[in-house]
């Protein structure tokens, strides 16, 4: 048993899709949540920057006492996470990759057409192709970068024409081209407009992974006899800009759920 928090990072506030599907499953695990909200978005940022904001915030964590890191961003997870896990060789650290790749290879059709929509960094890094394509040969993966989505959800515009006329944007001629029959949310924003995606497209499988990475929280910590017999404190979130567009976020995501009602605040100088 280990009482110690977990600890999340995104760029923004994309890494609480994840979470809220940890607070369903684990309500005995106490959350800190750092979103560096002042500098995202990462996804098209140089992999040294990214590196440079990951290890500050992977210090922050540390320095409050984390027993595990979820890196709630595929951006940081394709650029540095073996990196981390060197760095930090005591702290178990769950990528955001891995577990969508997982989904996938076991949800999609032989021979599906898999399109894969991430930050441009993401998509570069070509992690999602190499990851599925040795666990499934049989499927054809092709990837879109989508830079505009993060910025966009990061304002909260996201029930809007603008955001529709978006992804229309980046994906009418990718899935038509492509005969996309299976799309992967190779970022951990993107689950915010999954509505969106599918009322224009009703036809396609929406794969993402905040549901794997919880459960890929559960296990590692199950594996190493770390969960938490009761939880020690209030969650918190903390961010490098605490806005109302970060608020709202927070709330929207966390709407209706009882057991994320004690949520502190902090604003982080990094
Ligand atoms: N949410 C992050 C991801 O999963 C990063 C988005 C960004 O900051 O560009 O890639």
Redo the contacts with the bound molecule.
């Keep these: 048993m280990d009482n110690r928090p977990v600890g999340f990072f995104?760029?923004?506030i994309?890494?609480l899709t994840s979470i809220a599907y940890v607070m369903q499953s684990l309500p005995q695990e106490r959350i800190i949540f750092f979103g560096d909200t002042a500098r995202?978005?990462?996804?098209?940022k140089s992999a040294e920057t990214i590196r440079h904001f990951a290890f500050q915030i992977a210090r922050f964590l540390t320095d409050h006492n984390v027993k595990m890191i979820v890196i709630?961003?595929?951006?940081?997870s394709a650029i540095c996470l073996e990196e981390l896990r060197e760095a930090f060789p005591e702290i178990p650290i769950i990528g955001?990759i891995s577990p969508t790749v997982r989904v996938a290879a076991r949800c999609c059709r032989k021979g599906a057409h898999v399109g894969v929509i991430?930050?441009s960094v993401?998509v570069k890094s070509g992690a999602y192709e190499k990851k599925l394509r040795k666990l499934r040969p049989d499927l054809s993966v092709k990837s879109v970068a989508c830079?505009a989505f993060?910025p966009l959800i990061e304002e909260g515009i996201i029930d809007h024409e603008i955001m529709r006329q978006t992804i229309r944007y980046y994906l009418d001629g990718f899935l038509k081209e492509n005969a996309i029959t299976d799309l992967v949310l190779?970022?951990?924003?993107y689950p915010l407009i999954g509505g969106q995606i599918s009322s224009l497209y009703p036809h396609l499988r929406l794969i993402s992974s905040s549901e794997e990475a919880a459960g890929a929280v559960e296990r590692e910590l199950k594996k190493r006899n770390m969960l938490s017999e009761v939880r020690s404190g209030n969650h918190v979130f903390a961010a490098s800009d605490v806005s109302d567009a970060f608020l709202r976020m927070v709330e929207r995501v966390s709407a209706g759920k009882k057991e994320i009602a004690d949520i502190h605040f902090y604003n982080l100088e990094l």
Aim: proline share 8%; with cysteine; charged share 5%.
């Design positions: 995104d760029s923004g994309g890494g995202a978005p990462y996804g098209s709630a961003c595929n951006t940081v955001a991430a930050t993401t830079p993060v190779g970022c951990t924003h």
